[in-house]
């Protein structure tokens, strides 16, 4: 059986003790069971790209532990190939030799080839090929590494030298801890409050409401999870509809719950923009450029009005396997912003803003065309059927211009059933699980967290950034749950 190396990654967060590990999982795969899903399926899962070097056939350098207990202080390197690729994971061979190892694909262990052809430090590095190979070819080193070299390297494929760049991209942030930024509330998001950064990692980062942002006296923390407090945590990608730029509460007259002195600073950066000039920032504020969105097409936006019905995966829900029939409510001064809510008798109290491009707005249609339930309104009567509805209303739906394009096919087919990756939980995100796609709906997957129930499974559209590639957890050191016991 091959070996399973832990990744190696010098700075970031401290690795936990107790996260679940895929080794299990890959070396079933080489027996031929599973399947997981590509980096490169993936939207932006990290900072930078290495859909490039996550592909067979890649060779690199990396290094050979067999020899760890007599080199002491030298690193003993030499040259393997991809075999398989899942998700960070590769599965590799020792060039020359038939020893085959796990290894993550951005452990601090893995090295461009073109080290081996810049000098070296010998007294701390050396080239040496796995022992079983040492045994047979130890007196003709030399000779043998350049015949390895010519035979089986030249002319192939090897990992770029601007991989350790790329890799030191990672530890950097957009954000730093101590910043605030606006935060929806999520038991009432019918108002927003001030938030502050406590933690990075990665895309995602834990916000929180602290007391040096709130009027009076905080919410209990046992309550509501976005308050600071003994243990709270509120993890989100920087790209969550939660999150907004200082300042977005009053630019779109939204009630904001925060002290008068934030509560004036906010109305001078309305002031500034609503007169087409730069505002004045506090050095913690994360402003509008921030967190900036594309525009959206102004014809397009034309056609956006109050009262478009579409289908909606609520992201404040507390299950999340069913859409539901929701409504523009109203239209934000913020650019491709608006106000939605879910049809029925607490669309109002319960609406909140969303930007036109998120992963959770679906055309009219699309649940009956792609085999997934659509919860009809509270207190609507009958049968539900779109086009009664929509009648009914007096009421058109949303047109599929203002909604994000549909990926192509050939990355839709890179989602199969059966599949694993990692997932958020998107009632507690604060949990990242082990999971599989159990079934396939268009854009949108089904992920069953492993050991549990169907029950507990949860939708997500394949641009989601609650969704990873197994080895997103133990690349930033960030806790990945051990399944559930109900298998």
Known sequence: MSIYQKIVCTGGRKKPAKSYSWQSILHEFEAGKGAFVAVNAFNNALRVSFDDVAREGILFETIVHDYDHVCDGVKCKWFARVLKVCGFYVLSEFVGSSTRFWIHLLSDEICPLGDSMNPIDLKTNIYAPPPNVMSLYHDDLDSFMKKTIDDEMIGELGLSPGYDENKEELVKSRFRVGQRLELLNYATSTEIRVARVQEVCGRRMNVLVTKKDY???????????????????????????????????????????????????????????????????????????????????KEKWENMKVGLKFELIDPLAQEFRKLNVASVISLCNSNGYIIVGIDGPDMNDESFPLHIDNVFMFPVGYCEQNNLKLKKPDGYKKSFKWDEYLAAENAQPLQIELFRPTPPQERLDKFQVGMRLEAADMCENQLISPGRISSIHGRIINVNFDGWEETFDELYDINSHDIFPIGWCELHNYVLQHPGRNN
């Open 215 to 297: 009027p009076g006296s905080l919410p209990n923390s046992e309550e509501d999870r976005q308050v600071q407090g003994s243990g709270t945590q509120f993890w989100i990608d920087e790209e969550s509809f939660f999150v907004f730029p200082v300042g977005f509460a009053a630019y779109n007259n939204y009630k904001l719950v925060a002290t008068e002195e934030y509560i004036q600073h906010t109305a001078k950066i309305t002031l500034a923009l609503m007169n087409g000039q730069e505002p004045e920032y506090h050095i913690d504020d994360i402003r509008f450029t921030d967190l900036s969105r594309e525009d959206v097409d």
